[in-house]
């Protein structure tokens, strides 16, 4: 006997059932950077010797430190490092500056930490005498650039300053579907990740899975533009990955 779905089960009990998604995360990866035998062919390529990875690493990081501090200026906001990750929670105090700040696109806030990263160390392996660099975990300084966007809502982008410099990106889909829904005039309430009314779910079921990803990935290249600005620098770009929650 085949297991009901729960919308089916109760469905006379529902106001109504929303397929969209909730929690976005996506990661950027820059290619050839984002693993260690692409790594060594770009610094080969480029004619900078595996020894000097580090040689090569510490200036983009300086830029990336020096860009956070600049556009942390610009916006006259300053840079809270935390010291310790596990007893503190971002969503609480951007909550809370969101209280005085109002929800107005724009930057929000910035944080910094120590955090776990990927990098490459250069080595020469004495059996077959090549010289390469091979994946290890480190720690290096990383930015939450925490900002809202006209159509996505409040974001985040997570920045290490060290190569390969793989991002993380987040955003709220039901955040996105409210901002939907407020431009083609569809009522609903909203109670912060939940919505309590819809006055029309098939529309909005529609809206929900029209989310355009080609645009995003635009967005994304801007963002990262912004805020990880090295990348581009160097004449490469990153591709992007989804880890999705889907609620129904």
Same mark, same amino acid.
């Given at each position: ?67 956070? %501090?600049?556009?942390?200026? %610009? ?15 971002? /969503? ?57 966007? %006209? ?45 309590? %009314? ?16 080609? /645009? ?20 490469? /770009? ?11």
């Amino acid at each position: 006997m085949a297991t009901k779905l729960l919308s089916e089960k109760y469905s006379a009990d529902l106001h109504g059932v929303l397929n969209c998604y909730d929690r976005i995360i996506i990661t950027g990866n820059v290619h050839p950077f984002c693993y260690a035998k692409g790594m060594t062919g770009y610094l080969y390529a480029h004619n900078i010797r595996i020894f000097d990875y580090p040689m090569f690493a510490k200036p983009l990081r300086d830029t990336i430190r020096a860009n956070a %501090e600049a556009v942390a200026k %610009e916006h006259d906001l300053e840079i809270e490092f935390i010291r310790k990750s596990k007893q503190f929670r971002k /969503q609480d105090r951007i909550r809370k500056i969101l209280e005085t700040r109002g929800d107005h696109p724009g930057l929000v806030h910035i944080f910094s930490a120590m955090e776990t990263c990927t990098a490459y160390q250069p080595w020469h392996n004495k059996q077959t005498h090549k010289t390469y660099v091979k994946s290890r975990f480190g720690k290096c300084l990383h930015y939450y650039f925490y900002f809202i966007d %006209e159509e996505l809502g409040l974001c985040y982008l997570r920045v290490p300053t060290w190569c390969p410099f793989r991002l993380q990106f987040y955003f709220n889909g039901h955040n996105w579907l409210a901002n939907q829904l407020k431009q083609h005039g569809i009522a609903f309430e909203q109670y912060d990740n939940a919505f309590l %009314e819809i006055a029309d779910f098939g529309t909005v079921n529609q809206l929900a899975a029209q989310l355009d990803v080609e /645009q995003l990935h635009a967005k994304l290249n801007s963002i990262a533009q912004q805020y990880c600005p090295v990348v581009a620098d160097l004449g490469l /770009q990153y591709s992007w990955r989804y880890l999705l929650n889907n609620v129904g």
